[in-house]
């Protein structure tokens, strides 16, 4: 393609930090797969909780954002999903920290890249601490990230599901913001495609 406005304007919307491995013969397949867990009841713990300001209200609005995101993909898949508090046995470790954070993927500050998770059944989730959070969609403010959809995009790499070509889906490696927000059928298939329907 062109380097045009269309090309610059993307590129400096926020984004994923997990690569764009994206490779498919398909015209209809857009979405990538890149693991799968071994077990579909899944628990999950909340290391650390956001620290800038922001319209999240405490761990309550948190937990309540990121227990909807995992419903999200419970609810197209054979997949469930429960909290834990037990730190040592829960399958995906959740946080949120501050630029180097002893991954190896350093977050770069406010806005450029939004969070980062691993693949199965390496199961952790980083969001940038420096972002400012917010619990609803606030329509194109480029500074206040919503966590549910940020959450959701990097739920479905937990699960094994790479970034889409196809703009607009869950799993397009850049953020968005839309008041109808939802898994659209290109995600869905990446998710059946994993674990079945």
Same mark, same amino acid.
């Given at each position: ?18 690569p ?35 319209? *999240?209200?405490?761990?309550?609005? @948190? ?6 995101? +995992?419903? $999200?993909?419970?609810?197209? %898949? &054979? ?33 450029? *890249?939004?969070?980062?998770?691993? @693949? ?6 980083? +969001?940038? $601490?420096?972002?400012?959070? %917010? &619990? ?9 990230m ?39 059928? $290109? ?10 329907q």
């Amino acid at each position: 393609g062109r380097f045009d406005e269309r090309t610059k304007n993307v590129l400096m919307r926020p984004r994923c930090q997990f690569p764009d491995i994206i490779q498919t013969s398909e015209r209809s397949k857009r979405f990538s797969t890149l693991g799968k867990w071994a077990k579909t009841t899944l628990t999950y713990v909340i290391n650390s909780y956001p620290t800038y300001p922001s319209d *999240i209200n405490g761990r309550y609005d @948190v937990e309540q954002l990121l227990a909807q995101s +995992f419903k $999200d993909w419970a609810s197209v %898949s &054979r997949l469930s999903f429960q909290q834990s508090s037990n730190n040592s046995t829960a399958d995906i470790q959740i946080g949120f920290y501050k630029r180097d954070h002893g991954d190896g993927f350093s977050f770069d500050g406010m806005f450029g *890249i939004l969070a980062h998770a691993f @693949v199965p059944e390496y199961g952790k989730l980083h +969001f940038d $601490d420096d972002e400012m959070w %917010s &619990r609803v969609d606030k329509g194109f403010n480029l500074f206040l990230m919503n966590l549910r959809q940020v959450a959701t995009h990097e739920i479905g790499h937990l699960l094994g599901l790479g970034h889409s070509s196809v703009p607009k889906t869950v799993m397009y490696p850049f953020h968005y913001y839309t008041s109808n927000f939802m898994l659209t059928d $290109d995600d869905i298939k990446g998710i059946e495609t994993i674990y079945g329907q």
